[in-house]
Each structure stands twice: as structure tokens, then as C-alpha cells.
T-cell receptor
Framework: GENVEQHPSTLSVQEGDSAVIKCTYS??????FPWYKQELGKGPQLIID?????GEKKDQRIAVTLNKTAKHFSLHITETQPEDSAVYFC??????????????FGKGTKLSVKP | DAGVIQSPRHEVTEMGQEVTLRCKPI?????LFWYRQTMMQGLELLVY????????DSGMPKDRFSAKMPNASFSTLKIQPSEPRDSAVYFC???????????FGQGTRLTVV
């Protein structure tokens, strides 16, 4: 089955700097790659996603890149702000039914943005 | 819409007791997922439904866990008997379809002593 590895597990940056989180996946059939942000005491919330027919996607200060050949994708946050501090999860899915339709999550990255 | 609603928010129970977690999905969402989150294992999928039917429950310990979706607006996850290793935060999430945004509830923090 699919396996998603996420690095680093913790990341500390100064306000205004950029943050990059990287994930690799194992199943070449995966075609959907969302990123979720989880704040303390809350459920994860989607911040951006990318599909396998796209190499890069941007939404204001957030961007995601996908390299299907290497089977890795990354989250880039520019001009970080203290409110970006949270745990970020990457995930991958093939989108088929049954057991292959599941979102498999990475273990998460705790991002701390210091003022 | 109020989003995905889970109850209770916190549950403390003694080992061996039955625990029932509840979830009300967003109206119109055909997919419902139950996840368990721990520090060691991260977010693990236990079971998911499509149109009230179980699609995959391979992540669920079936000797003690059971999940039901009797109608489109309600799902339960039951643990009987509960064990200390079941202590975790349990999330319910719903989506319109596969590979679409999954909306998570606030979670139920379960502590089994």
C-alpha cells in the first residue's frame, strides 16, 4: 500500500522567512496530494492541494510543487507569520475505491514561526 | 452549515467499558471517514463509508471496534471493550467525493484509564 514520508518533523523559522516541508510517496498510482494545517485543539484543515496533471500550484503565500518522476512533493510558505505556526500534514491518494481510495497522511511537521 | 459535528469532545472511561463516538456529517457529503490520531502513529484511517456503505475497514481492529452509518446524517464508532492503548483523538471527516477536500470535525479526545 501507499506510504508517505514527511520531513522535517519540526521546523523553526523567523517571521518573514520561508518554510519548506517535503514529502515522498511510494505508490506511483497516487494522483491527489493535499496539505492540511492543524492548529492546537482543532481538526486538520485543507490549505492547498495538487493533482498529478499539475507540477505547481500557488495560493497567495503558499505553493506546492510535485515531481511525479521522483515521487515527491513539497509545501512552500513565504513571508511566514506567527499565525502560520501549526502542524502541517501532507497526504496522498490514488482516488480509487476500496482500500486505495484512502488519504494516507505523513506524520506531520510542527512549524514554529518566531516573531 | 455548522461543519462536521462530533460528540462528545472529551471522554474518560475505565478499561473494559464501552465507548461510543458520534459524528454528524456535512449535508450532501457522501463520504465519511473515521481517523485516529496519536503522537506515535499520526493520523490513521480506521474506516470509511460511501453512501452509508463501508468501503474499507482494514485499519480498524474488528475484534473491539465497530462502525455504523444508519443514515446519511449520522455515524457511530464503538469500542467494546476499551483498552488504555485506545487513548487517542478520534476524528470524523466528510467529503463530497474521492480526491476532494475532506472536512474534519473537532475530534473526540478519548482517555481510557
Amino acid at each position: 500500500g501507499e506510504n508517505v514520508e514527511q520531513h522535517p518533523s519540526t521546523l523553526s523559522v523567523q517571521e518573514g522567512d520561508s518554510a519548506v516541508i517535503k514529502c515522498t510517496y511510494s505508490d506511483s498510482a497516487s494522483n491527489y496530494f493535499p496539505w492540511y494545517k492543524q492548529e492546537l485543539g482543532k481538526g486538520p484543515q485543507l490549505i492547498i492541494d495538487i493533482r498529478s496533471n499539475v507540477g505547481e500550484k500557488k495560493d497567495q503565500r503558499i505553493a506546492v510543487t510535485l515531481n511525479k518522476t521522483a515521487k515527491h512533493f513539497s509545501l512552500h510558505i513565504t513571508e511566514t507569520q506567527p499565525e502560520d505556526s501549526a502542524v502541517y500534514f501532507c497526504a496522498a491518494s490514488t482516488g480509487y475505491g476500496g482500500s486505495q481510495g484512502n488519504l494516507i497522511f505523513g506524520k506531520g511537521t510542527k512549524l514554529s514561526v518566531k516573531p | 452549515d455548522a461543519g462536521v459535528i462530533q460528540s462528545p469532545r472529551h471522554e474518560v472511561t475505565e478499561m473494559g467499558q464501552e465507548v461510543t463516538l458520534r459524528c454528524k456529517p456535512i449535508s450532501g457529503h457522501d463520504y465519511l471517514f473515521w481517523y485516529r490520531q496519536t503522537m506515535m502513529q499520526g493520523l490513521e484511517l480506521l474506516v470509511y463509508f460511501n453512501n452509508k456503505a463501508v468501503m474499507d475497514d482494514s485499519g480498524m481492529p474488528k475484534d473491539r471496534f465497530s462502525a455504523k452509518m444508519p443514515n446519511a446524517s449520522f455515524s457511530t464508532l464503538k469500542i467494546q471493550p476499551s483498552e488504555p492503548r485506545d487513548s487517542a483523538v478520534y476524528f470524523c471527516a466528510t467529503s463530497i467525493g474521492v480526491n476532494t477536500e475532506a472536512f474534519f470535525g473537532q475530534g473526540t479526545r478519548l482517555t481510557v484509564v
